[in-house]
């Protein structure tokens, strides 16, 4: 979901009278005041904060590259918000095509001690993911300075009184830092916009906490003398350039391994993502237009291997692992769990394991410490593990839904179909009719064959998102589903089709829809366009056992029974039970 706009108007959200702006820190004539500090947990490598709506209290995903502040149609249902229309420059670009923005005011938007009063933001698109209800941006992130510590878990918002000079409090007498100026651009880019050089070339560059992994365009690539590899004319798809030099502010990366693709912002030539922000700490000072920052240690860019890295003090050095706990530990379970949080983001196991343990026995009182544990178990496939975690978060919260649901795919892939049903079950009865998990307990209840409760929730889930990116990946489910059920073919017939239209044909989806609408097809008798939707899916995915007995079954049911079985033979071979799966269905040659 992108926000178009001839022009940008930004909403302002104004301070309550009654907040209280803390003093961080004194320099001489220079105070560094703290507005509000914003406890982040790393989901997905995404950084999501805490924020109460009207007093019900949410999470956002903080997103220092998008202007406004936005919220999803569904959520702003389920916190039975008030739209109305955005000025008409204001447009949704979402899976459905653009669509005008609406906008609702928010009473009271508290964050952190801080009080926001009558806050507007943009309602539309899809969800944001990771459980958050939108994201906030820089209308809300600008009222001061923003203070990025995301490997402690942190992003603090700032108010300097009196600072000509450096801003970057932390640093330690003698310790070096890099400084970087940047504009405001506000037109074209959310937020300020900087400048580094990529073998030497003078590229522009933007810090954005609302992705996971850093990435530069195509053309800026090739400015640097990095060719598009093979595949990816035109930007469509992304590559790992290796890069002589990468240099900002005074830090330097030599041999530096880069992702190159499109990220749809055109006016910027390079994303720093929330793998940069990890490693390091920075001071974003909207106040002097200057961006403070040190390095943290550890892996610059989230690519496969790690690029070689230079200190800010010129020497070059292999980038080391993962830096582990500094000498200022954290003083709660709270600051633990955050801090656990990043380091899995960086992948560093061990010492997010260390952490959420040690959040676990600080607070062995609260569930989310025990799910945030679980889920690392789990992605490290210690199943038991993670399944002791999440019987545990239960234990103290019944209605836990993310638990109930990471169990019952844990259950799934044991076979355990009845106790996986069930939770699925539970997590149905608590979800609000709005949720975004319904998309994913679709998906689980069809792998488990419960293809009524799916397609219940495919109906749910696409009714509230309409402007979601996954829209099409739910049409084609819920198409599915109504073809192995045969009920609704020719509803399903229309989900297929608007599926299609909505990605391209190199869409790995693309091959999916087709066989789906082969599957409605097959079922309606019309045995050529089955035939012509299976062939064309087969051509992107060879080996696709429904694919090929689908055919099959169409070419036998056609006469031409030696094509049609050497079809069925090839997909047995691919698949032994397909032909069982089939029959269930009640489909047989």
């Not at 001061?144 to 402690?152: C, P, S």
């Not at 992994?213 to 690539?221: N, T």
Request: some cysteine; hydrophobic content about 40%.
């Amino acid at each position: 979901m992108l926000l178009s706009a001839v022009r940008h108007r930004i909403l302002l959200l104004w301070l309550s009278p009654t907040l209280c702006i803390c003093p961080l820190q004194t320099l001489a004539a220079c105070k560094i005041n703290e507005i509000a500090a914003l406890p982040v947990t790393m989901t997905a490598s995404l950084p999501l904060v805490t924020a109460s709506v009207n007093g019900t209290e949410v999470k956002f995903i903080a997103s220092s590259a998008t202007m406004l502040s936005v919220i999803s149609s569904a959520s702003a249902a389920e916190l039975n918000l008030k739209l109305r229309t955005a000025p008409r420059h204001l447009k949704i670009v979402g899976a459905g095509g653009t669509t005008q923005a609406q906008i609702t005011t928010v009473n009271t938007l508290g964050i952190s001690g801080m009080t926001l009063q009558k806050a507007d933001f943009i309602v539309g698109g899809g969800e944001s993911g990771q459980g958050s209800f939108g994201v906030l941006g820089q209308n809300v992130l600008a009222i001061g300075d923003v203070d990025y510590d995301l490997l402690k878990g942190s992003i603090r918002l700032m108010r300097p009184d009196g600072c000509a000079d450096s801003l970057a409090y932390w640093v330690k007498e003698g310790q070096a830092y890099s400084v970087m100026e940047f504009a405001w651009q506000v037109l074209t880019t959310p937020g300020g916009v900087g400048t580094a050089y990529i073998n030497g070339a003078q590229i522009s560059v933007q810090f954005a906490t609302g992705m996971a992994a850093s990435m530069i365009s195509p053309k800026a690539a090739e400015r640097a003398g990095i060719a598009p590899a093979a595949g990816t004319a035109g930007g469509t798809k992304s590559y790992i350039g290796r890069f002589s030099s990468f240099k900002i502010g005074d830090e330097e990366i030599r041999n530096a391994r880069l992702r190159v693709g499109d990220f749809g912002n055109y006016s910027v030539d390079m994303m720093l993502g929330v793998d940069f922000l990890l490693a390091h700490h920075i001071y974003v000072a909207n106040s002097q237009h200057k961006v403070y920052f040190t390095y943290n240690g550890g892996p610059v860019f989230d690519l496969s291997r790690s690029p070689l890295v230079v200190a800010a003090n010129g020497s070059s050095a292999e980038s080391p692992a993962p830096s582990g706990p500094q000498s200022d530990e954290p003083k709660d379970a709270a600051g633990f769990s955050q801090r656990g949080s990043a380091f899995s983001a960086r992948h560093d196991y061990v010492h997010a394991l260390d952490d959420l343990t040690r959040a676990c026995e600080l607070s062995p009182d609260n569930p989310d410490y025990f799910y945030q544990r679980g889920v690392l178990y789990w992605q490290h496939g210690q199943t038991v593990r993670a399944l002791d975690d999440f019987y545990r978060a239960l234990e103290l919260k019944p209605d836990h839904v993310l638990a109930l649901k990471a169990r019952a795919d844990i259950r799934s892939g044991r076979k355990d179909l009845a106790s996986a049903k069930a939770d699925l079950d539970s997590v149905d009865q608590r979800a609000s009719k709005e949720a975004d998990i319904r998309f994913s307990l679709a998906q689980s209840y069809e792998r488990l064959d419960y293809l009524d409760s799916a397609l219940a929730q495919y109906d749910r889930w696409i009714a509230w998102h309409a402007d979601d990116a996954r829209l099409a990946q739910a049409l084609n489910g819920r198409c599915w589903t109504r073809a192995s059920l045969n009920q609704d073919l020719a509803k399903a017939l229309i989900d297929c089709n608007q599926a299609l239209k909505l990605t391209g044909p190199s869409s790995p989806l693309t091959r999916h829809i087709l066989a789906s609408r082969g599957l409605v097809l097959l079922r309606t008798g019309e045995y050529e366009k089955s035939i012509a939707d299976y062939t064309s899916s087969l051509k992107l995915e060879f080996k696709n056992a429904s694919a090929l007995y689908g055919r099959g079954v169409d070419k036998i049911r056609m006469g031409k029974t030696e094509e049609g079985q050497a079809d069925i033979t090839e997909a047995t071979w691919q698949s032994p039970r397909i032909a069982d799966q089939f029959s269930e269905r009640g489909i047989i040659p």
